[in-house]
């Protein structure tokens, strides 16, 4: 199982690196690298195990972040009743998806972005698409997939795809008033 250690920090310029499309169908290394990954996002979410193995919680992941410049992520975001019970789990582990199209309409999360590969909090608000289509290659489905995603998975999906040519989320605060509030953006709690 990937543990912390596996993961680069933003101290590494490795992280910086733009990744290159990976061949499809997908070769056993790549398809059984992105499963690893998935597996790490589910066990980071699950009290028990990142506890056990000490790892941080995140809802994705890139492979540079593993220091493996290629366009693949795997994404685990958890939907909690009112109660905080799971409801439902989006999962994927993609191969080179990308934004095929996206609303002009903004973004952000309320409470700002983390990252694995970022240490420190980073206080300031990330814009981001309201709404983007990403197409690509599944590897839990086995199949292309077109996926329409809004609010949370939207800013998670555009957070990993950044991954992709080197962007972290901090590159789009703005330097002078992170905590300005971005006009006309839909928030997300």
């Not at 555009?158 to 330097?175: R, T």
């Amino acid at each position: 199982m990937l543990l912390m250690k596996d993961i680069i920090d933003d101290t590494n310029e490795l992280i910086r690196t733009k990744s290159k499309e990976v061949e499809l169908p997908l070769s056993q290394e790549n398809y059984d690298l992105l499963m690893k990954m998935h597996e790490f996002l589910v066990a980071s979410q699950d009290e028990e195990l990142s506890e056990k193995y000490d790892l941080r919680p995140a809802v994705g992941i890139a492979a540079i972040q593993l220091g493996i410049p290629k366009r693949m992520c795997a994404i685990h975001v958890l939907d909690y009743d009112e109660e905080g019970n799971v409801i439902k789990s989006t999962d994927y582990a993609l191969a080179n998806p990308k934004i095929v199209s996206y609303t002009q309409k903004q973004s952000y999360l309320k409470t700002g972005e983390a990252c694995l590969s970022v240490l420190e909090d980073v206080q300031g608000y990330v814009p981001r698409h309201a709404k983007v289509t990403i197409e690509g290659y599944d590897a839990l489905s086995k199949k292309n997939v077109k996926i329409v995603a809004r609010g949370f998975l939207s800013v998670c999906l555009q957070h990993e795809l950044d991954h992709f040519d080197g962007v972290l989320f901090y590159d789009h605060i703005n330097k002078d008033y992170p905590l300005l509030p971005i006009e006309n953006a839909m928030v997300i709690e």
